[in-house]
């Protein structure tokens, strides 16, 4: 009579110790984004991440400000070139700088890694990333979630996910009830395409064009891959900072839908947003994806950031301390449209000219 050997959460393909490895790894990493508010409160293991929102006592009327993302096909570019410790910052920066849109100051956040089967120093690399983007963004790591599912992911298949939350004072909420016609739209420069548009990136070099990702890029002056995971920018700082030494009226997050329809979102229905392209020429991995895939330009500017990451609308008398600003804290940025009234103009916002070359 043969014997048999029972089932087991391991023999099904999860490793319970390969997680407490991971956890064990990254906790140095987040240690460094704490902040006050979140010292001595349990640590990294926790069912729960906690925050003392009575240390927030510079708010009168706190509003708590929410939001959540992922960072798309990104991720795929980051297994095949093996490198896991950028993605974090593009996960940080897509979450955080939605909560700044509002004026809200990001406080903490939480992450989901979904992993096909745990490499413990793969987990840890990531978490190290999403650390460094917290810290770059004055947030906390409090928390998050390792899930290994075996048979529904690859070994070496991931995906990131976070959530974060902000707080902002009651009278100073940012919306479109704030814009004014003749308030100038400011331009922060991305560096590059930041998180968005990747599936259309990834059909046009590989399906398309047939490259490879160490395919050396004379325009980059680095290989294809290199470019591609260039991390997101993270401006959060640098918007909060604006709304504290100078009048800002809003900002607007360029990701998925591009400048024109994320500028439009923060628009009141009787004003109008016009960005002059002629202000600015689009880094080289635009022109790239243009060419390479046969994109049309309205294609790529409703898929792509084209070399804009963040927006700021200010009034007129407060663009000169605005990008005096950003410039002392290495933004680069430009005046670049307008705010006017609505018209015969059937959307929020739309972009004119022709981009410099």
Not at 232 to 242: N, Q, V
Request: proline share 3%.
């Amino acid at each position: 009579m043969s014997e048999t050997t029972g089932a087991s959460y391991a023999a099904a393909g999860v490793d319970i110790e390969a997680g407490d490895r991971a956890v064990e790894l990254m906790k140095e990493w987040v240690k460094k984004t704490q902040r006050p508010e979140v010292a001595g409160l349990g640590g990294l293991g926790g069912f729960a991440g906690l925050f003392d929102a009575s240390a927030l006592k510079r708010y009168e009327r706190p509003l708590l400000a929410s939001a959540t993302d992922g960072v798309g096909t990104k991720v795929d570019l980051a297994r095949q070139m093996g490198v896991y410790d950028t993605i974090g910052h593009d996960l940080v920066g897509m979450v955080v700088d939605d909560l700044v849109v509002c004026g809200a100051e990001p406080l903490f956040m939480t992450d989901y890694i979904c992993v096909g089967k745990v490499h413990p120093e793969r987990v840890a690399a990531i978490v190290k990333g999403i650390a460094e983007g917290c810290v770059l963004a004055g947030c906390a790591l409090v928390g998050g979630e390792t899930a290994e599912h075996p048979g529904l992911l690859g070994a070496d298949d991931f995906d990131v996910a976070g959530a974060g939350t902000g707080v902002v004072e009651a009278d100073r909420l940012l919306g479109p009830d704030r814009i004014r016609k003749g308030d100038a739209v400011i331009a922060m420069a991305s560096s590059g395409l930041h998180s968005n548009g990747y599936s259309l990136v990834r059909h046009v070099v590989f399906d398309r064009a047939g490259w490879t990702l160490d395919r050396q890029v004379e325009e980059f002056g680095r290989t294809l891959g290199e470019e591609l995971l260039e991390p997101t920018r993270i401006y959060s700082l640098d918007c909060l900072a604006l709304t504290r030494t100078t009048e800002v009226h809003g900002f607007s997050h360029v990701t998925g839908g591009g400048l024109a329809n994320n500028l439009a979102r923060v628009v009141p229905d009787s004003l109008h947003a016009t960005v002059d392209r002629s202000t600015w020429t689009p880094g080289a991995v635009f022109d790239l994806v243009g060419k390479a895939g046969q994109v049309e330009q309205l294609e790529l500017e409703k898929t792509l950031n084209m070399g804009v990451g963040m927006i700021a609308i200010v009034p007129a008398e407060s663009v000169d301390a605005a990008l005096t600003t950003l410039a002392d804290r290495g933004v680069d940025s430009w005046v670049a449209g307008e705010i006017t009234d609505r018209g015969a103009h059937t959307t929020g916002a739309e972009l004119v000219g022709a981009y410099a070359r």
